[in-house]
Every structure is written in C-alpha cells, then in structure tokens.
C-alpha cells in the first residue's frame, strides 16, 4: 500500500485502479476546463499572514452547518454516479461521513438509492434534487427524503442543460452509451473495480428507478434523466420546493450576489457558491473569486457554503476566510473512494481536518469562529505600506 500523504496521492492511486472513462468522469469539466481549472488555481494563489507565538494550544474544528453540529466546517458533496466508482459507493461515503462526524450529500443521480442509505447509516443526512420536465418525480422523492430523516434538501440550479464534457463523449459515457474495443479492454484489466460494482447493491440510477418502477438498467433510467432535463427551471419552482419542503432548504449552484439575495428572499436557508466543479459554464469565474460579495450580500441572513477546488484544509481554511459558513467536498472524496472505498473517503477527510489543525495554529487561531479575512495575506496592503 503507497503512502498517503495528501490528496493527489489518492487521485493517483484511483487513476490506476479503476477504468479510464469512469476516472475521467470524476477527474474533468467542460469544454476547455477553464472553470475546472480556475477553482484550484485562484484557491492556490492565496497566501496566509503566519502568525507566531500566539496561544493556539486545544484547537477545535467544530462547528455547525445549517444548524447541526459537526466535527468540522466540511460536508461531502451530491455526485452523481458515485456507486461507480466503488460499488455501493454512496453508502461507504456515507457512512465514512458518519463515523467523522460531518454530513453527507447524496445525489438524485446516485446508483445507491435514499432507502439504501438510511438503512446503511444511523445519522441524518442531505439530500440533492435535480428538477425534471416530470414535476411528479420531484414530488416524489421529496416525500422519500423527508421519509429517510433526510434534514436539509439542496436544489441545484445551474443544470437546466448539461454542459458538454469532451472526455465522457469519447470516452462513451454519453446516453446512449459508446462501447468501444479500447473501453472494454480498460474494463478487463481492472477487475477488482469490476466485481466491487457488479457486487454491488444497485446497477442502476436508484431514485430514478424507484420513480419508474422500472428494471430497464442504468442506461434507461439515465436516458429518463438526460431527457427529463428541464430549461425552463426558474425561480417559481424555488417557491413550489419550499412549500413542499418543511426542513433546511439549500439553493446550490449560485455565483452572482443577486441570485443570492432572490434566494435569500425566497426563503432559503443557505445558499452554495458553486460552479458544479467546473462541469457546466465554461469560462465561469472560480467559486473563491466570486465568495467574498455573495458573502457580503447575504452572510448575514442565511448560510454560504463553498464547493469547488477544496482539496486541502487549506482551502478550506481560505474559503472560512473569506466568508463560508463550510465547504463541500466532491472530487477530493471520489479520489478516496475509487482508489480505497470507505476507508479511502475517511482517508480524505483526516487529511483535510489535520491541515485544517495545523494550518490554523500557524494562523495564530483556535476556534473556528475566529476565522477572519484578518489571517489572508493582503497583497494590496502591503503595496500600499511600502510606497
């Protein structure tokens, strides 16, 4: 077994295990990657004032998010597909969420369905709904989420049409799918992958197949999805989902602060700043670049969260900084799965929450709540000081 020492080992050791398309899937954007690549290079461009001989002795990472205690400022993030990656991916995530003491995301597009989950986890977790063309489907698993305990729903926004992602269209992960000689040959030589997900619970899209009461597989159910995409999703149907939703409602995939405010008007309790990881609008800004004004905006009314990039505690730490309430975690926690399942995902989350620890006491802070943009370095400042 390698060392792991941070998180692009993980990415490493999941590239080699498990077949091209599907880590390709996980590991690019859309269109040029402008987006994609934005979010970690404006996070990597921040610097932090050290700070020394300050108290930073019994350092706590815990805090809330919307209203429930964690362990730390993270949350692992909705991804669609995620039982692919490891069979019965949804539920180890989860349940490596429960044992670190953060929340768990799960996706309307999972293969691991919400039944699948409450049954495999004691602890509440979210759920993420996509709003189809077929309102009943949205009704529906709405009344599952709140059925399963689930405490906050978080409605994504920003994929009324699905940006096109060159690497899952050569690669055939497109619907209908491609099965080419290369793809099956990849698959071939990666049979540990192959039987974890043959062994899994679930082959296919499992809320979806609930819904259609449907044994068609994975790729009717996803067809049902890409087809069912709805370009006329608007703010009306923010207020039908906060009628029928009684618990923590999240508005995701917000980058503009008068979105923020509408959502903030409309009843949300939080909102995620997000560019749905570089995979929809190109060209998009970098969801740290765009934090601070929609903190600024609606901080103060409701919660801002932050995907997008967060591969370290530094991020983290940086994201705290500049005015998120918390983050949430995609790839950084598929890297961990595909490469070693549960433990893998508790792998990613003890790396984020020991250099979230480390890096707060050289920052001169104990206490979440004592983040402040004051731990930044001010390039602009310092100019100015020394004019």
């Known amino acids: 077994m390698p060392i792991i020492t941070n998180n692009d080992d993980l990415r490493e050791l999941a590239r080699r295990k498990i077949p091209k398309a599907i880590f390709e899937y996980i590991d690019h954007g859309s269109y040029d990657q402008i987006s994609?690549?934005?979010?970690?290079?404006?996070?990597?461009?921040?610097?932090?004032?050290?700070?020394?001989?300050?108290?930073?002795?019994?350092?706590?990472?815990?805090?809330?998010?919307?209203?429930?205690?964690?362990?730390?400022?993270?949350?692992?993030?909705?991804?669609?597909?995620?039982?692919?990656?490891?069979?019965?991916?949804?539920?180890?995530?989860?349940?490596?969420?429960?044992?670190?003491?953060?929340?768990?995301?799960?996706?309307?597009?999972?293969?691991?369905?919400?039944e699948d989950v409450r049954a495999a986890t004691k602890a509440p977790f979210w759920f993420q709904l996509y709003v189809f063309r077929d309102r009943g489907f949205s009704e529906t698993v709405i009344e599952r989420a709140k059925a399963a305990g689930c405490t906050a729903l978080f409605l994504t926004v920003d994929l009324p049409l699905r940006g096109q992602r060159h690497c899952?269209?050569?690669?055939?992960?497109?619907?209908?799918?491609?099965?080419?000689?290369?793809?099956?040959?990849?698959?071939?030589?990666?049979?540990?992958?192959?039987?974890?997900?043959?062994?899994?619970?679930?082959?296919?899209?499992?809320?979806?197949?609930?819904?259609?009461?449907?044994?068609?597989?994975?790729?009717?159910?996803?067809?049902?999805?890409?087809?069912?995409?709805?370009?006329?999703?608007?703010?009306?149907?923010?207020?039908?989902?906060?009628?029928?939703?009684?618990?923590?409602?999240?508005?995701?995939?917000?980058?503009?602060?008068?979105?923020?405010?509408?959502?903030?008007?409309?009843?949300?309790?939080?909102?995620?700043?997000?560019?749905?990881?570089?995979?929809?609008?190109?060209?998009?800004?970098?969801?740290?670049?765009?934090?601070?004004?929609?903190?600024?905006?609606?901080?103060?009314?409701?919660?801002?969260?932050?995907?997008?990039?967060?591969?370290?505690g530094q991020d983290v730490l940086k994201a705290l900084a500049l005015g998120a309430r918390g983050c949430l975690i995609g790839r950084a926690y598929l890297y961990g799965l595909a490469a070693m399942g549960e433990a893998g995902v508790a792998k990613a989350v003890s790396l984020i929450a020991n250099e979230l620890k480390v890096s707060m006491s050289l920052t001169g802070v104990r206490e979440i709540k004592d983040i402040t943009r004051d731990i930044l370095f001010d390039y602009a400042e310092d100019r100015r000081r020394n004019v």
């Open 36 to 114: 994609l690549n934005a979010n970690r290079n404006e996070l990597k461009a921040i610097r932090f004032r050290q700070r020394v001989l300050v108290d930073a002795d019994n350092r706590s990472l815990a805090t809330t998010m919307l209203g429930e205690k964690v362990s730390m400022p993270l949350a692992i993030a909705p991804t669609g597909l995620t039982g692919l990656m490891h069979g019965d991916g949804e539920i180890l995530a989860a349940r490596a969420a429960e044992a670190a003491g953060i929340r768990f995301c799960l996706s309307t597009m999972s293969i691991c369905s919400i």
């Open 168 to 312: 899952d269209i050569k690669n055939g992960l497109s619907v209908p799918p491609r099965l080419t000689v290369a793809n099956a040959l990849d698959i071939m030589s990666k049979p540990g992958w192959a039987l974890g997900v043959l062994m899994g619970k679930r082959k296919s899209f499992g809320n979806i197949d609930a819904y259609l009461k449907s044994k068609g597989g994975i790729w009717a159910a996803g067809r049902w999805g890409n087809d069912n995409f709805d370009a006329s999703l608007s703010w009306k149907d923010v207020s039908w989902i906060r009628k029928l939703w009684p618990g923590k409602l999240v508005i995701k995939g917000v980058l503009d602060p008068d979105d923020a405010r509408r959502a903030a008007d409309l009843g949300a309790d939080a909102v995620v700043v997000s560019n749905h990881g570089g995979r929809q609008l190109d060209g998009a800004p970098a969801t740290i670049t765009v934090l601070p004004r929609i903190a600024e905006a609606v901080g103060e009314r409701i919660e801002v969260l932050l995907d997008g990039g967060i591969r370290s």
